[in-house]
């Protein structure tokens, strides 16, 4: 901004010349303050303020970058924190990993024996389903088709059977013919009917 245009956003010199003063005074705020920072900064690295006036721009810079060398030394320091730190959290959750990588093996593992014992009962299943309707097969082509007879007389009567037939069988060789055990080892009905 120049100074006609300055000028002109005032309404006359008293109101310019107070703008001025007040403007001086906040910059003189503002040196003030610097120089107070510099001085500060100055005793922080061990200059004392009478050595500061003489020759102490200089010893002033040099603190300065003593305070920034200390400044990127603890930078520095707290980057290679920052890595532990976060070293030690990716092993730690590593660890963590491997545990859950160990259960998961497990459990497939698990999963598998699961898997074939399955089968395998499935197995054993449609076996037994097999017998259980080879037995009927048996009992129908014995004469009992219904199941009526109870395991122990089921035997008897096929043994019975298997006699009178091995008997047929001598008799048809000798010539001889007989149907004795016929009527002797039919199923006996139940009493309902």
């Not at 959750?93 to 093996?105: C, I, M, T």
């Not at 007989?178 to 199923?187: E, G, L, V, W």
Request: with cysteine.
């Amino acid at each position: 901004m120049s100074y006609e245009a300055w000028r002109i956003s005032f309404q006359d010199s008293e109101q310019a010349a107070k703008a001025a003063f007040e403007e001086s005074q906040r910059l003189k705020r503002i040196f003030t303050m610097a120089i107070d920072s510099i001085v500060e900064l100055t005793e922080a690295v061990g200059i004392r303020k009478e050595d500061q006036t003489i020759g102490g721009t200089v010893q002033a810079l040099v603190a300065i970058e003593k305070l920034k060398a200390q400044r990127d030394n603890w930078k520095a320091r707290a980057l290679k924190a920052e890595w532990q730190n976060r070293e030690m959290v990716a092993r730690a959750a590593n660890n963590h990993l491997e545990g859950y990588r160990e259960l998961g093996r497990r459990t497939a593992a698990a999963e598998e024996e699961r898997d074939a014992l399955a089968a395998r009962v499935n197995e054993l299943e449609q076996d037994t389903a097999l017998l259980l309707q080879l037995i009927a097969k048996i009992r129908a082509a014995a004469g009992d088709p219904n199941g009526k007879l109870m395991q122990p007389e089921l035997i008897a009567h096929i043994a019975a059977l298997n006699a009178h037939h091995i008997a047929d069988a001598s008799n048809m060789v000798s010539g001889r013919n007989s149907t004795a055990c016929d009527d002797q080892f039919q199923p006996q009905p139940e009493a309902g009917e």
